[in-house]
């Protein structure tokens, strides 16, 4: 693939668009990518490759817009993720690490994640093209494909999801250009390695980091490096459930990817595992109305989706069933300029923190966690990404 046109550019009314490499790592297999469609496959394949590398697990990631919904690696399924994801019908799920990293990623926020471009560590098997086929996805890149989850998902839309297969080995140059409004920016490409030593410098008076933790942490700062800034990504048992990207304020990046974390949290509470949807129902459609069912409430419009009125689920009720969640990490791809955004993913759970450091108001940062017991580490180390 030197060149390869593309159907338009970021928008329709942008002709001319393109995709050219010299020697082209990555061979498409299906459908007519478009140019998003490559930038979330790039970026996507990277976050994969490289917290492969760090945890030595199987991991996906689900895509869009060119910023991550969620990272996860391979882990089982409890039942009730099982069903909150909608996937007790699929057998053997759990018997796939591919699958199991995939749906992870894929259920952690379900709406973003709608029309998601997939990426996969690991070669895609028929259990986790299974998962995949019930899925409103645009495409999926990975290294490889088993004959018979490729001539499933070649299926998709009609025969026109995008499948790309890249090659693991392929090392990019040093440095990459872009071009912007006809003037050419270069920089080093981000080549820094995301290890556990980024998380040495223990700077509160609780100093103990667990291995789970510490994991975690990783995983969000890895998630982090290619997410669109200013981004935080809070993370909890190998799965990252709440991706605030692109936002101007780091106090509304936590605020976003808390209130996801605790979405993801809430979608196993028993009276929304019970909700009483009538047959048939889309996945998408039960998905917008548990996201209204735990937010805004149901119109009447909704009701007519059920087979009768859900039992209703008070805020007191919700806030009860968020007090008991402890040991969610936090990672930050810059320095906390206030302790607001530490106040508040508190009251999400979280209790291991990583950022850079470096702000005039690290101290009353410092202090806030101190107050709340929380363990935070400075990196040292920013991760902006655009």
């Known amino acids: 693939m030197p060149s390869l046109s593309l159907k338009y550019g970021c928008n329709p ?18 459908g007519a990518p478009s140019y998003i469609n490559f930038l979330d496959a790039l ?10 590398e760090a945890t030595n697990l199987p991991c996906a990631t689900s895509f869009k817009h060119a910023s991550p919904t969620s990272a996860a690696l391979a882990k089982p399924l409890e039942e009730v993720r099982l069903k909150s994801y909608f996937l007790e019908h699929i057998p053997h799920l759990n018997n796939s690490p591919i699958a199991t990293a995939y749906a992870r990623a894929r259920g952690a ?36 494909f088993e004959p018979k989850a490729l001539e499933m ?47 040495a410098d223990i700077v509160t008076r ?30 909890y048992q190998g799965q990252a459930i709440g991706v605030g990207a692109g936002q101007q304020s780091r106090i509304h990046c936590t605020k976003i990817a808390a209130d996801k974390a605790d979405l993801w949290h809430l979608r196993i509470h028993p009276k929304v595992l019970d909700l009483p949807f009538i047959p048939h129902l889309k996945r998408p459609t039960k ?3 548990i996201y209204a069912y735990l937010t805004h409430g149901l119109s009447s419009e909704d009701l007519a989706c059920f087979t009768k009125s859900p039992e209703i689920l008070s805020q007191e009720e919700k806030q009860d069933y968020l007090n008991h969640i402890e040991g969610v990490s936090l990672g930050s791809d810059a320095f906390f300029p206030f302790s607001d955004s530490i106040l508040r993913a508190y009251q999400s759970g979280v209790r291991y923190i990583a950022q850079s450091g470096g702000s005039k108001q690290d101290k009353g940062v410092i202090e806030a966690c101190d107050a709340k017991g929380l363990v935070m580490a400075f990196t040292h180390t920013r991760l902006f990404h655009h």
């Open 109 to 144: 926020d379900r709406l973003s994640s709608f029309g998601d471009f997939v990426a996969l560590s690991d070669p895609c098997d028929i259990t986790c093209a299974q998962v995949l086929a019930q899925e409103v996805s645009d495409g999926i890149i990975a290294p490889e």
């Open 153 to 199: 998902l070649k299926k998709k839309k009609q025969g026109a999801y995008v499948i790309f297969q890249i090659d693991k080995n392929y090392i990019p140059p040093l440095l990459e250009k872009r071009e912007v409004f006809g003037i050419t920016l270069e920089q080093e490409r981000n080549h820094l390695k995301i290890t556990p030593h980024l998380l």
């Open 206 to 235: 609780n100093q103990n980091l667990p291995k789970e933790a510490q994991d975690d942490l990783l995983l969000s700062l890895i998630t982090l490096k290619y997410t669109q800034s200013n981004s935080i990504c809070l993370t």
């Open 13 to 30: 009314h942008q002709a001319h668009a393109k995709i050219s490499c010299e020697t082209s790592p990555i061979q498409v297999l299906n």
């Open 43 to 52: 970026n996507a394949c990277q976050l994969v490759q490289e917290l492969q």
């Open 287 to 289: 998905d917008n109305l």
